[in-house]
């Protein structure tokens, strides 16, 4: 009988990233990396975990963003393209390092990884990344749950009517679209709470929410069991909190797993490392360098040096480290079982991308937590939900505000870089909100052109691009994203207000940002 | 009433409105710190190291940024944070409070010109040396009816400025702002007025109170109980090591605590 559970929580979450206007964008790249290297290695994993009928549980969180980019016809036609070129040069390297006996098993190794990736991509679920995850969902391995519509950072979003209930809703239908019935949890973008917050989870039947570790800490009244029990807000959503433990020992670059020796180093890369010419093919029509995906090299120390990978050793590791993070969740358990009345339950959330993309071997490193736990006895996988199920009476709290962003508030989504975007996007929802209200049952054009509109105020909104303003990373594609679709949306306002719609051009904008094809601008009602 | 509400229906209303406020801040006045005022306004105490000068955000941050990054660019990102064509203005009087940590809220703000022409008229000779100032009122637990705030300060800022970071005393407690002018003569106008903020708490809840409920799966929740006799579990610590506030011995507000502002 197990004393307590495990809650391991996948954060998956891109921004928007179309660019039907160019033939090859840069910042798509990023949802192909991830597609290769985080998100089909988790449907492998979950694949190979239901194969061996390994009793699995994990909370997988897909942003209603990705989802659309996983459902978008260009975007699986594009990254078909992109993992063609993938494998041919994988296939390139493979001859090219015969005779290098440390540096060709890694190049066979990617030729196999990214030839079975397609294989998974194209054969096993015939482009169609929702499918695979709701098939897993409905075969009981996994609890998928939503997050904000956009990402947008809701404690900042607050301020103007129906922005965060707009978030909340879109993600919530969005959901049921893709999955056939509502969601029950919900991933607050950046893990941003304040209270109030969980009034507008509970108004689309969510059951849970996810907190860092201090907005149960300091919650009010004060939870007795810490974040080792979920507790109610007064409206009947229920927030669990992070546990600090499990996430440095997985988080941490120094302390954590990831920074092992014996793992593959992420900045290597032969798109640097190689003649210009060789790897031209692969790189943008600008002939920029940039990640191939193709790295041969493991992170050796802190200094430059780094040794050839070697993916025994590296696998000998995630054993090693899958063995400990149970074995300390274990003992976890028991220390706690003894001081509390209910069994308690770890919470581990991470971001899916960790997973793969940053950390190569973290997939494999999940699947052996996951196996060890099935067979652990006293401490189990559970997701969020289950642990509900089995324990539904819960202290009444609310959390305080919180994220689990840097310094644990709102500072890094609201500092001296990005500050100036909530002047535009409060004065955007407000305008949008009003002229909503004006328009309350618009003719077709009308409708059109304010869905248009909230449309590009939802993409303006993600937390993305206040985060890359605010980290010095890719700043100018966040700014110019920001810009480009509050432009729209006023520029959509104009249009409505002037009774002037320019059919032409919203059709190229619905085109464009096609993100939510059965959006109502009437959710800002 | 807003002070929209209060532009919009004229003058004479406007009088009327200030007057109100005036009482309130006379009244607020009595209980606010003296000497916190006097540093806001001379500034002579040495500036808290800024809340934010580099990129910082930790390995969680770094890892995050990994989904970004496609190896190094060829040049550095473009420092711009303007907003390009956006509207420089909106042409409404409007201020805005949004809350960064528990001890800091930013503040951003438009007094079109004909609000601003406005209240000097109303001024008239008062209005001689006006300054723009923030005042800023705690109204914790209640509702603010423009006398009735627990204590108010007042933080001058540049003209020409539209927004500022405001350094708060008490977390867990609310704000509001308003943006207005100051005669030397200490009268205050006031020119728009905020949203409340309440800053989060840093530190375990006073609150020690148990209850329980029993979550339903599509249900509300049912039978609050009270009570517990079981043994709390020892509190983990709070974000960055700890609740203490990393700037405790700064002063109010001042110009100088502003990071990193951006030039338009």
């Given at each position: 009988m197990a004393r307590g559970s495990v809650a391991l929580l996948l954060h998956a979450h891109l921004p928007f990233v179309r660019h039907p206007e160019h033939e090859d964008f840069l910042e798509e790249r990023w949802l192909y990396e991830a597609i290769t290297e985080t998100y089909l290695p988790l449907l492998e994993m979950l694949d190979s975990l239901e194969r061996d009928h390994v009793p699995t549980r994990l909370t997988l969180s897909l942003s209603p963003t990705l989802l659309g980019m996983f459902a978008d016809p260009l975007l699986r036609a594009r990254y078909l393209r992109h993992l063609d070129r993938l494998v041919e040069l994988a296939e390139k390297e493979e001859r090219r390092t015969r005779g290098d006996s440390a540096f060709h098993r890694v190049a066979a190794m990617y030729l196999t990884r990214f030839s079975r990736s397609r294989a998974v991509f194209l054969t096993?679920?015939?482009?169609?990344?929702?499918?695979?995850?709701?098939?897993?969902?409905?075969?009981?391995?996994i609890d998928i749950i939503t997050c904000g519509a956009t990402h947008g950072f809701l404690p900042l979003l607050d301020v103007t009517p129906g922005a965060v209930r707009a978030q909340v809703e879109v993600a919530a239908a969005e959901y049921r679209r893709f999955f056939g019935r509502g969601p029950e949890g919900f991933w607050l973008p950046e893990c941003a709470y304040y209270p109030g917050l969980d009034v507008e989870l509970a108004r689309v039947g969510i059951r849970y929410f996810l907190v860092d570790t201090h907005g149960i800490a300091h919650a009010s009244p004060r939870p007795v069991y810490g974040v080792y029990a979920p507790i109610a807000c007064e409206s009947g959503v229920a927030a669990f909190g992070r546990d600090p433990d499990s996430s440095k020992q997985v988080w941490s670059a120094e302390e954590g797993y990831p920074g092992d020796f014996w793992y593959r180093d992420f900045y290597r890369d032969i798109g640097f490392d190689l003649e210009l010419s060789y790897v031209r093919p692969y790189l943008p029509p600008t002939g920029q360098r940039l990640h191939t995906g193709l790295k041969y090299h493991r992170i050796t120390g802190k200094s430059d040096h780094k040794e050839p990978y070697d993916p025994d050793r590296a696998r000998e590791r995630a054993e090693a480290h899958a063995g400990d993070f149970v074995e300390a969740r274990r003992r976890q358990v028991e220390w706690l079982a003894d001081a509390m009345d209910r069994p308690p339950i770890i919470v581990c959330p991470y971001d899916a991308e960790l997973f793969g993309h940053w950390w190569f071997e973290g997939p494999l490193w999940l699947e052996l937590v996951l196996r060890r736990l099935a067979t652990a006895g006293d401490v189990v996988a559970a997701?969020?939900?289950?642990?509900?199920?089995?324990?539904?009476?819960?202290?009444?709290?609310?959390?305080?505000?919180?994220?689990?962003?840097?310094?644990?508030?709102?500072?890094?989504?609201?500092?001296?870089?990005?500050?100036?975007?909530?002047?535009?996007?409060?004065?955007?929802?407000?305008?949008l909100h009003a002229l909503c209200r004006r328009y309350p049952s618009a003719d077709e054009r009308t409708r059109r052109a304010l869905t248009q509109a909230l449309r590009e105020l939802l993409l303006a909104q993600a937390s993305d691009w206040a985060f890359m303003m605010s980290r010095h990373t890719t700043v100018e594609y966040a700014v110019r994203r920001t810009r480009d679709h509050l432009l729209r949306a006023e520029r959509l306002c104009d249009e409505v207000e002037r009774d002037a719609v320019d059919d032409l051009a919203l059709g190229t904008l619905e085109e464009t940002d096609n993100l939510f094809p059965t959006l109502d601008y009437r959710v800002l009602l | 009433m807003t002070v929209g509400d209060a532009l919009a229906a004229g003058l004479g209303t406007i009088g009327g409105w200030i007057g109100c406020a005036q009482g309130a801040a006379r009244r607020v006045g009595e209980v606010v710190d003296g000497l916190l005022n006097v540093a806001i306004r001379q500034d002579p105490v040495p500036a808290p190291p800024s809340p934010r000068s580099t990129p910082s955000g930790g390995t969680q941050a770094e890892i995050e940024e990994a989904k970004f990054y496609l190896g190094p660019r060829p040049s550095p990102p473009s420092p711009e944070r303007s907003p390009g064509e956006l509207p420089r203005a909106y042409g409404h009087d409007r201020i805005v409070l949004l809350p960064r940590d528990p001890w800091w809220a930013f503040a951003y703000w438009e007094v079109t010109p004909m609000t601003r022409l406005r209240a000097l008229r109303v001024l008239g000779a008062e209005g001689e040396g006006a300054?723009?100032?923030?005042?800023?009122?705690?109204?914790?637990?209640?509702?603010?009816?423009?006398?009735?705030?627990?204590?108010?300060?007042?933080?001058?800022?540049?003209?020409?400025?539209?927004?500022?970071?405001?350094?708060?005393?008490?977390?867990?407690?609310?704000y509001l702002a308003e943006i207005g002018l100051r005669t030397p003569g200490g009268r205050f106008l006031p020119l728009a007025r905020s949203n409340t903020v309440t800053l989060p708490r840093p530190e375990p809840?006073?609150?020690?109170?148990?209850?329980?409920?029993?979550?339903?799966?599509?249900?509300?929740?049912?039978?609050?109980?009270?009570?517990?006799?079981?043994?709390?579990?020892?509190?983990?610590?709070?974000?960055?090591?700890?609740?203490?506030?990393?700037?405790?011995?700064?002063?109010?507000?001042s110009e100088t605590h502003t990071p990193l502002r951006s030039s338009r």
């Open positions: 096993d679920w015939q482009q169609d990344l929702i499918g695979a995850f709701r098939a897993f969902q409905e075969r009981g391995l997701t969020p939900g289950d642990d509900l199920d089995r324990h539904p009476t819960v202290q009444l709290a609310t959390p305080s505000g919180s994220t689990w962003g840097w310094k644990g508030y709102n500072e890094v989504w609201l500092a001296g870089e990005n500050d100036w975007i909530y002047r535009h996007l409060h004065a955007a929802a407000e305008r | 300054r723009e100032v923030l005042r800023v009122y705690d109204v914790s637990f209640i509702t603010f009816t423009g006398d009735n705030a627990w204590l108010s300060f007042d933080v001058e800022v540049t003209p020409g400025t539209d927004h500022f970071y405001l350094n708060l005393a008490r977390p867990a407690a609310s809840s006073p609150d020690t109170t148990v209850r329980w409920v029993r979550l339903g799966r599509h249900a509300p929740p049912t039978g609050t109980v009270a009570g517990w006799d079981g043994e709390r579990l020892p509190t983990p610590p709070g974000p960055g090591d700890g609740s203490a506030d990393p700037w405790s011995g700064a002063t109010r507000s």
